[in-house]
C-alpha cells in the first residue's frame, strides 16, 4: 500500500513514517490550532503574552512525561479562571493590575493542588468505581456540551469578517475532503495560510504591533512571579473543581478521537496530576491556568494523526516563540475572522465526538433516564452559557463561589446517573482498550469471548 493511501485508509500512530519535515509541519498546525484562545487569556486578564506561551509548551511537555507520553493533549490557557482573575486582579483602564495579578496567580497555584488531591483518591478507589459515575450517557453528552458552548466564540470571531472566514472554512473542507497525501492532513495549516493570504491582499491585517515588538526577550518577569493571600486562594480555588469536570469530558473526547482508554492507561489519575503540576507551575512563575485544548482535539479528528510526539513539537514550537516577541506578534497579526472560521470546524468536530461516543457504546436514548440526563446536561450546559449570569455563584463563608454552565451540566448528570434507576452500562477497565464502555449484559458474553482468544 502506498504512502497516500495509508493516509487515506486508516489513522497514523506514529508519524515518524511520515519522515522529520512532515512531522514539523504537522506540529505547526497543532501550534496554529492554539494560539488564538492561548493567547487570548493574557490578553483578557493582563498576563504576559510570553510567559504563556513559555508555560503552554513546558506544561504540555510536562504532562505528557507525567502520562508516560501516551495522550496526544495540549495544554493551553485556561478561559475557566476568568472569573477569579476578574475578581482578584481586575484590569485598571483596560491595563494589567501589576500589584493584584501575582496574588491571583498564587490562586490558581494552590488551585492546582486539588487536582493532586483528587487524583490521589481515583487511584485509591480505582478507576472501575470512579467511573461508574462517568458512563457514555455522562460523557458524550459532557462532549457534546464542551463543543457547543465553544462554538459561539467562534461564531463571534467570524463576524468581524465573514468573508475570511467563509474562505478558512472553504479551504478546510475542500483539502480534508478531496486532498492527497499531506493535503489531507494538513489542512488546518493550509486553511489559515490561504486565507491570511487573502487578508494581506485586500488589506485587511494590522503589521503595527509587530513594528513594536521586541526581535529577542526572556519571557518570565521576577515581578509577576506568584505571591500568596488567603482571600485571594479561597476565591480562585473551588474554580478546580470545574475544571476538573472538563477534563475528565476532554480526557474522555480524545479516547473517544483515537480508539485508546486513556482513562484507564496511563490512567487518569496521571492526566490529572499531569494538568494540574501543569497549571500550579504556570502560575507559579506568572502564566494562566493551564488546560487539555478542544482545538487540538479536533485537530485531532480532523488529520486523524494521533501521534503525541506531534503535539510536543508544536509545544516546543511554543516555547521557542516566547523568547522572540517579534515571531509572535506576526502570528498574533491573522484575523481573528480566520481563527473563527477555523474554530467552527474544530468546536462542532469535538460535539460529532459525543455523538459517535452516543453510537459506539450504543446508548439508548429510547429509555427516559438516558433522555433526561442528556436533555439536563445540555439544557443547563447551553441555558447557562447564554444567560445573563452565564453560571450559579453562590456564597460560602463569606466567599463567592462561581460554577459555569460546563460545571454544572457535570454535575448534575453525575448526580442523576447516581440516583436514577435503570443503570445499563459498566466501565470494564481491564478488557477495553478503546475508551467505550460496553453494556452490562453484554459484560459475561464479550469476557467468554476474551477467554477463547487467549486459549
Known amino acids: 500500500m502506498s504512502e497516500k493511501q495509508k493516509i487515506d485508509a486508516e489513522p497514523i500512530r506514529d508519524a515518524r513514517t511520515l519522515g522529520a519535515p512532515k512531522?514539523?509541519?504537522?506540529?505547526?498546525?497543532?501550534l496554529f490550532a492554539m494560539f488564538g484562545a492561548t493567547v487570548l487569556v493574557p490578553l483578557l486578564t493582563g498576563l504576559d503574552v510570553s510567559t504563556t506561551l513559555l508555560m503552554a509548551g513546558l506544561g504540555t511537555l510536562l504532562f505528557h512525561f507525567i502520562t508516560k507520553g501516551k495522550v496526544p493533549a495540549f495544554l493551553g490557557s485556561s478561559f475557566a479562571y476568568l472569573g477569579?482573575?476578574?475578581?482578584?486582579?481586575?484590569?485598571?483602564?483596560g491595563k494589567p493590575n501589576t500589584e493584584m495579578l501575582p496574588y491571583a496567580c498564587g490562586g490558581v497555584v494552590v488551585s492546582g493542588i486539588v487536582y493532586l488531591i483528587l487524583a490521589a483518591l481515583f487511584k485509591a478507589f480505582g478507576i472501575k468505581r470512579v467511573m461508574k459515575f462517568f458512563p457514555p450517557v455522562v460523557t458524550g453528552s459532557m462532549i457534546i456540551a464542551i463543543g457547543l458552548t465553544l462554538a459561539p466564540s467562534a461564531?463571534?470571531?467570524c463576524q468581524t469578517d465573514w468573508l475570511l472566514a467563509?474562505?478558512?472554512i472553504t479551504l478546510i473542507i475542500v483539502c480534508n475532503i478531496w486532498g492527497k497525501g499531506m493535503i489531507k492532513i494538513v489542512p488546518i495549516m493550509i486553511g489559515i495560510l490561504g486565507s491570511y493570504l487573502v487578508a494581506v491582499c485586500l488589506g485587511r491585517v494590522d503589521f503595527s504591533a509587530v513594528a513594536q515588538s521586541k526581535i529577542v526577550a526572556v519571557p518570565?518577569?521576577?515581578s509577576a512571579i506568584a505571591k500568596f493571600d488567603i482571600s485571594a486562594i479561597i476565591t480562585i480555588l473551588p474554580i478546580a473543581l470545574a475544571t476538573v469536570m472538563e477534563h475528565i469530558g476532554d480526557i474522555s473526547a480524545i479516547s473517544a478521537t483515537t480508539g485508546e482508554n486513556y482513562i484507564a492507561d496511563p490512567g487518569l489519575h496521571r492526566t490529572l496530576i499531569g494538568d494540574g503540576l501543569a497549571t500550579s507551575f504556570s502560575a507559579l512563575f506568572g502564566g494562566p491556568a493551564n488546560t487539555t485544548y478542544g482545538e487540538n482535539t479536533g485537530v485531532l479528528v480532523l488529520t486523524r494523526i494521533?501521534?503525541?510526539?506531534?503535539?510536543?513539537i508544536a509545544a516546543i514550537f511554543s516555547v521557542l516563540l516566547s523568547f522572540f516577541p517579534g515571531v509572535s506578534a506576526v502570528i498574533a497579526t491573522v484575523p481573528t475572522a480566520i481563527i473563527g472560521g477555523v474554530s467552527i470546524i474544530l468546536y462542532g468536530m469535538i460535539s460529532a465526538i459525543g455523538i459517535r461516543n452516543f453510537v459506539e457504546n450504543k446508548v439508548d436514548l429510547t429509555k427516559s433516564r438516558n433522555?433526561?440526563?442528556t436533555a439536563v446536561m445540555l439544557g443547563s450546559a447551553i441555558g447557562f452559557k447564554y444567560s445573563a449570569a452565564q453560571g450559579i455563584s453562590f456564597a460560602v463563608a463569606g466567599t463567592t463561589i462561581s460554577l459555569s454552565g460546563l460545571a454544572i451540566a457535570a454535575i448534575l448528570g453525575i448526580l442523576l446517573n447516581a440516583i436514577l434507576p435503570g443503570k445499563d452500562f459498566d466501565f470494564e477497565a481491564a478488557d477495553n482498550s478503546t475508551g467505550s464502555e460496553k453494556p452490562a449484559e453484554n459484560t459475561k458474553k464479550n469476557n467468554k469471548t476474551h477467554k477463547k482468544k487467549k486459549k
Open 23 to 30: 512531522m514539523i509541519l504537522l506540529g505547526m498546525q497543532h
Open 371 to 373: 433522555v433526561i440526563i
Open 220 to 222: 518570565i518577569h521576577t
Open 84 to 93: 477569579g482573575y476578574a475578581i482578584v486582579a481586575p484590569l485598571i483602564d
Open 155 to 157: 461564531i463571534d470571531n
Open 306 to 312: 494521533y501521534d503525541p510526539r506531534v503535539i510536543r
Open 166 to 168: 467563509a474562505i478558512a
